[in-house]
């Protein structure tokens, strides 16, 4: 029931407060557990950008949204880079370095991180 969740975030945050969120990716959401193989829970409900937006408009004014995944780290991190060299030194690193590579680049995107303002009335 995601109106009764979004009316129980901004009933504890005062008008102005600020709630900060991350979710699933609906955009993600069949990719993801074709891949994975895992199995959703009854009460998973992946909204996409557009309908996760839309849904929290009615309580709060969305100051920024997000998406972020694990492969832009592995990517730009300097300690990834490190790591990376180590891999291409060791026996079967380039394997390992590519299939990494593969794993984490399925989940571009796959999170999502809303900041929002609590409005001071509903719309």
């Known amino acids: 029931d995601s109106k009764s969740f979004i009316d129980d975030l901004a009933s504890v945050l005062s008008p102005g407060g600020m709630l900060v969120m991350t979710t699933p990716n609906g955009r993600f959401r069949n990719e993801y557990f074709q891949e994975t193989g895992a199995q959703p829970q009854p009460v998973e409900n992946w909204l996409r950008s557009s309908d996760l937006c839309d849904q929290l408009s009615t309580r709060f004014a969305v100051k920024e949204y ?17 790591i990376r060299r180590i891999l291409f030194r060791i026996r079967g690193g380039p394997t390992i370095h590519r299939m990494v590579e593969r794993t984490l680049g399925r989940s571009r995107g796959l999170y999502q991180l809303v900041i929002a303002e609590r409005i001071t009335s509903e719309r």
Do not use: E
Request: net charge negative.
């Open 66 to 82: 997000l998406t972020f995944d694990s492969s832009f780290w592995f990517t730009t991190h300097p300690t990834a880079d490190t």
